[in-house]
Structures are given as C-alpha cells and as structure tokens.
C-alpha cells in the first residue's frame, strides 16, 4: 500500500512547493507594482492634455484641453518646429524642426516636460514624420533627399536611405513592412528593411506635400497643395482610383485621419475651410468654414473634438494677395503675432468655446 501512495504523496510536495514559489513571486510583483506607477498610470495622467509647437517661438505649448489653458511652454526645443509625434506610451514627443540653422530632431520626456537629447539629421526634417505601428521606429525625410530612422529606444539614427530628389510625406503601412514616399509629383514604395524600392513611380498630382493612409493600409491620400485635390490611390492595384476636389487655389495643406478611421479632414488654407472626407466611399460629407487660415486638426483620442491650429487674428479675411504673402508658414511670419488653436465638435463641426490664443505658428501637436 505505501509503494502504492508514494507517487501521489510525491505529487502532492512538488504542488505545495510550485504554489509556494508561485504565490512568492506574485506577492514581489505585488510589492514592485506598488513601488513604482504603472507606465498605464503614468500615460493617463496625461489624459486631456495636448502638446502644440509654436513655430516661429521655437517652443512646444503644453495645454490643458479640458480648461483650454496653456499650462507650460517647453522652450528651445530647435529651430522652426512644424510637427510633434508621440509614443504609443507618451513617455516621449518628437519634435521635427524644419529649420536650416540646427538640423535636428528634439526628444521631450513628457514627465519632466524637458529637452533630453537632441538627434543630429543629415538635412532639415520635413514637416512629416512617422512611426511605426509599434512606436519602435521613427521614419522622415529631409530636404538632403534621404529618409532616416530613428531607433526610439536609443534615440539614435539607425538607417539612412537615400531617395530620390525632394522626398516629403512618409506613410507606414499596418505590417511595418513597407513605406511610402511622397515627391513633388508622385509616390514611391519601399522595403521598410532595406529601403530598397518596392513599387514603381506612381504619378499622383502637382505637389502632395502631404499625405495619409486609411487605417487598414488600402489607402493612400495625396493632398495635392497646387492641383487644390486629394488624390485616392489604391495601394495593392497601385493607382489612382479617384480625386476629390477641393476647389480651384484651395491649396490643401494637410490632413488628419479620426482616431476611428473613418474621416479625413482636410484643411484647405486659401479657401478658409476643413473639408471632411468618408473614407469608406471617398465622397465629401462637409465643408467647415472657418474665420483665419487654417493649418492643421488634431482629435481627442475619442474623436469627440478636433483642435484647429490656424495662423491667427492677422489672416483672418485677407484677399488673394495677403494670403499668398503668409502660405510661406514655417519661415514668413513674423514674431509676436498671436495664433489660435480652436476646438470644435466633431460631430456638429460646430466651434465650442472660444479660441486659444499662443504664440506665432501654432501647428501640429500631439492630442492625449
């Protein structure tokens, strides 16, 4: 009988033992987790706040969006900085300074709300850059014809790809497995791993300074700043499969995907307008007029509100020659004159409130 309960008995030390050793190692994750925030914890605490570069003041606004109040303002984070992109954890912002006279990507860390390390470029960042689905990698292009990669985790540049001349918008496809760039004509596409090309030239407008893909990554859009469209490429048969127009010198200066995938917004800065596009049908559902020139719009991760950044009271109602005078964003308007950054209610298109005043340029930011 004992040969015969020995195993069991055997079985049942080594279940004690393994609970034991199991319940140990969960009470010191326990005792870690109430040691140190969670990276959950610290990320929320950020919730509702925006972080907005300034472009002519060189600094970076942190604002409260709940109270539309300017809580900081990061100063000295480059020279001419036109966009900030954020880790999927916040821990960190990028800022992409267009500016000649310090070639660099600036490295916030938005728990000190501080400059920590500044990122040589070979060449001046174009006013897009973006990361990969993970947030492991930073991709943009600059006016040297290259496209570089940043590796987040070291805050280093990893790869340098050369392009063909004048590389502008960097689209990521949803595998990480390729990208897309954007010239004053066309689109390219290339290996993600070794920037080796992928598709062939694709003809898609006159300047598509700007660009965005579709959340599943079918889509391509071509905002094509002098042809005053958008154009819709297919990106597995490789063309063009529609142009939405925007209106003759609407001048389509950049646009913004909803957080759920199913809007394009577009603003059109000679034609004071955020034209909102379907995704699904590729049709234009509205047109929101808006009182000055009107740069960029950012959301809530809910959706619930966008953030206009435009170039303040100064452009409101100019003629044709006024405007042109300021198009020039990144480097004509001169210091000391405010701008704005609106909200509005995405689902109405209607302006809440009134807006935020900041200094010269406010462009855009990062919307937590």
Request: glycine content about 8%; charged content about 15%; aromatic content about 8%.
């Amino acid at each position: 009988m004992n040969n015969h309960l020995a195993p069991h008995s055997r079985m049942a030390h080594r279940t004690r033992h393994w609970r034991n050793k199991t319940l140990s190692l969960l009470a010191s994750l326990s005792m870690a987790l109430l040691a140190s925030p969670s990276a959950q914890a610290q990320a929320s605490r950020l919730d509702g706040i925006n972080y907005i570069p300034a472009d002519i003041d060189n600094s970076v606004l942190v604002v409260d969006s709940k109270t539309n109040t300017i809580l900081q303002k990061i100063p000295d984070v480059g020279q001419h900085p036109i966009q900030l992109k954020a880790l999927p954890d916040r821990s960190k912002i990028y800022v992409d300074n267009f500016g000649l006279a310090k070639m660099e990507i600036a490295v916030i860390d938005t728990n000190s709300n501080r400059v920590i390390k500044r990122i040589q470029t070979k060449g001046a960042p174009y006013a897009t850059t973006t990361l990969t689905h993970d947030g492991r990698y930073l991709f943009f292009s600059t006016n040297l014809s290259v496209v570089q990669v940043i590796d987040t985790q070291t805050d280093t540049i990893v790869k340098t790809f050369p392009m063909s001349l004048l590389p502008q918008g960097v689209e990521i496809s949803p595998d990480d497995q390729t990208f897309y760039v954007f010239y004053p004509s066309g689109v390219r596409a290339y290996s993600t791993a070794t920037g080796k090309q992928v598709k062939p030239y694709l003809y898609v407008g006159l300047l598509p300074a700007w660009s965005n893909m579709s959340h599943d990554g079918s889509k391509l859009y071509g905002l094509n700043f002098v042809g005053g469209d958008v154009a819709v490429i297919d990106t597995q048969a490789w063309k063009v499969t529609k142009r939405l127009n925007m209106g003759l010198l609407s001048y389509p200066i950049s646009g913004t995907v909803t957080p759920n995938g199913k809007q394009l917004w577009v603003c059109n800065i000679n034609a004071y307008n955020m034209t909102v596009i379907d995704i699904e049908h590729d049709q234009i559902e509205k047109v929101i007029p808006v009182k000055r020139l009107p740069v960029y719009v950012g959301f809530s991760p809910d959706g619930q509100r966008g953030f206009l950044s435009d170039l303040g009271p100064l452009t409101q109602n100019l003629n044709l020659i006024g405007r042109a005078l300021v198009f020039d964003i990144f480097y004509a308007l001169p210091p000391n004159l405010p701008g704005n950054v609106t909200t509005y209610d995405t689902s109405s298109g209607l302006q809440m409130g009134q807006p935020l005043v900041t200094p010269t340029g406010p462009l855009v930011g990062v919307y937590f």
